[in-house]
Structures are given as C-alpha cells and as structure tokens.
C-alpha cells in the first residue's frame, strides 16, 4: 500500500516551471530516497506535499485520500534550512514546537526528556540555542520533528553539519523510527547514505521525475554486464579461456590469499553460463558475481544523460 502518492503534480512560478507532470508512489513503511542535484525540483516537491504551497495542476493523496490541511498533523518536516530561535533556551523551545504538533505540556516534556537521554543531551534543557553548534541544534531539530510521531516523515539532507558518529545515530533512529511504523522521504545528495537506508529512489532533474523504483531495482536495470571473478590458477590461461566472450576490465591478486581477481565485460552475444563453464574448465572457481553500480554512477549518468 502506497501512503503518499504524487499524481501529475506542475508547479510554477511565473516563467519558470519547478516541477513538470511528477508522479510518484511512496510505499508505506519505506525510507524513499528524493534525489536529484541542486535546482531540480526536490524542495518544491516537499513543499507542495506539506501544503507550504499548492499544485498548479495534478493533486497529491496522503494515507487514502486528497492531502488536506489537517493532515499536517501528521507529517513532521525537517527542513534543509535549520529554524530555531536563538536567544530562548533549547527545552522551552522544544516543547513550544510540540505544543504546535498538538501535544500537551505533560506528555511534550515526558517526551522530550525520552529523547533528550537516547541522545545524550540531557544537561541542553536549560541552555540557549545560541549556545549550540550546528550539530547540536540539528539533534534539537530532528527530535521537534519526530516528537509528535507523525506517520509520515520528511527530512531534507538531515546529515548535513554531522560528524560521522552523529550521522551513524541519526541514521539508526530513522532506521528505528521505520521499523516503528513511521514512513521516511529523505531528500539528499549523499549517494552512499541512499544505499545504506533507502528501499526506493525517485530522481528528479529539470523539474521532471527521469527515474523511480526500487533501489536494488534501479541497481539492476542500469547494470553494465561487468562481472567479477575470484579464482585460483593462471591469469593468461583464463584471460585465453573467456576472450571469445568477454573483455577482461583488470585484474588484482592480493598478497593475503593464494586467489585471483579478474573484472570481464561480457559482449552482447555472450551468456553468463558459457562464461561461468568456461572458467570453471580452466581454474579453480571460487565465486562469480556480477558488480552492479553505484547509486553514484547512476546519478551521475542519469543526470548527465548516459543511462
């Protein structure tokens, strides 16, 4: 079941069109990954589904049903450009932005203290944000999002400003935050970030969507015939044995172990099975995958036109 679903969405704005016929489906429970690079239109997107503004054409269904102002409520949207008000202190505030999402004093507090110990700033309660680093008002942030438990949950570039042991944190509570029931669109340009948590990509360049499904999906769609072979015996007797049906890309032989490994490019007319026989008939075959791209390589080839 789909709980979000863009269905022919155009936004303009005076002569510039930001997005152009954009459907897509988000799957619920998923951590759905919005690429595209700067200017695409991702922003205008999360804008048009947390209703900040409208569609000029095309509508977008929220959990069943046309996305209504109350529905809000049940979203939480964190926002590439950080808000907090500097001079009143991080506990007050977070609890005037609970109390905005429709939580009372007593349970925004209860609640704010659980995640002020899960992430290890309990002694920020009283301090003024002016006080905070970016990192540390990010981790603020983030908790006003999630506090009020939205089914939905939008985060553009929530890593931004992290070091690596607090981004590897906020990556596990989204991750948690998921298997807890609660839907993710992550909008980002860290590729290896969509590989480690993203079940479905949406790319979007030039106000159009050129590329949705599923991350192993798109991984394989977009895969070059590029297989990797570890083995044991001669290098020239295989490199002999695969010619008529590969080129050989490079070969490595690690210092630690008596095995081999040689990248081939199969050619079109050739057939993984012949490739694999051919092998095993010449040296001793360890393993024989395919090495798929990066969603790196993909970005970059599908915005550059080379897909």
């Not at 985060?155 to 607090?166: A, K, L, V, Y």
């Not at 490739?275 to 798929?292: P, Q």
């Amino acid at each position: 079941m789909d709980i979000l679903q863009i269905e022919n969405v155009t936004k303009r704005y005076s002569a510039h069109t930001a997005l152009d016929n954009v459907s897509l489906s988000v799957p619920q429970g998923s951590i759905y990954g919005l690429l595209g690079p700067n200017g695409a239109g991702k922003t205008t997107l999360i804008r048009v589904i947390t209703r900040i503004t409208l569609p000029d054409e095309g509508r977008v269904v929220f959990d069943g049903h046309a996305i209504a102002d109350d529905d809000i409520y049940r979203i939480g949207y964190l926002p590439e450009e950080r808000g907090l008000y500097k001079k009143m202190k991080v506990g007050e505030q977070a609890v005037f932005f609970a109390r905005l999402k429709g939580l009372s004093r007593k349970e925004a507090v209860a609640r704010l203290k659980e995640w002020f110990v899960r992430f290890g700033i309990e002694d920020w309660w009283n301090r003024k944000v002016e006080d905070l680093s970016k990192g540390m008002a990010q981790k603020v942030q983030f908790i006003t999002t999630v506090l009020h438990k939205p089914k939905l949950l939008i985060f553009d570039e929530p890593f931004s400003g992290f070091d690596p042991i607090n981004a590897n944190l906020l990556k596990q509570e989204i991750l948690r935050l998921r298997d807890e029931g609660a839907t993710v669109i992550f909008s980002t340009h860290n590729m290896s970030s969509v590989e480690e948590i993203c079940d479905h990509i949406t790319l979007i360049d030039k106000s159009h969507n050129i590329l949705s499904g599923s991350v192993d999906e798109v991984r394989r769609r977009f895969g070059r015939n590029i297989f990797e072979v570890t083995y044991g015996g001669e290098a020239a007797a295989l490199a002999a044995a695969v010619e008529p049906m590969a080129d050989i890309l490079g070969e490595t032989e690690p210092a630690d172990t008596p095995y081999r490994t040689m990248r081939l490019r199969l050619k079109p007319e050739a057939t993984v099975r012949e490739t694999v026989t051919a092998v095993n008939e010449t040296v001793e075959l360890r393993s024989f995958g395919e090495v798929m791209p990066s969603m790196n390589e993909i970005f970059i080839r599908a915005v550059e036109g080379t897909l």
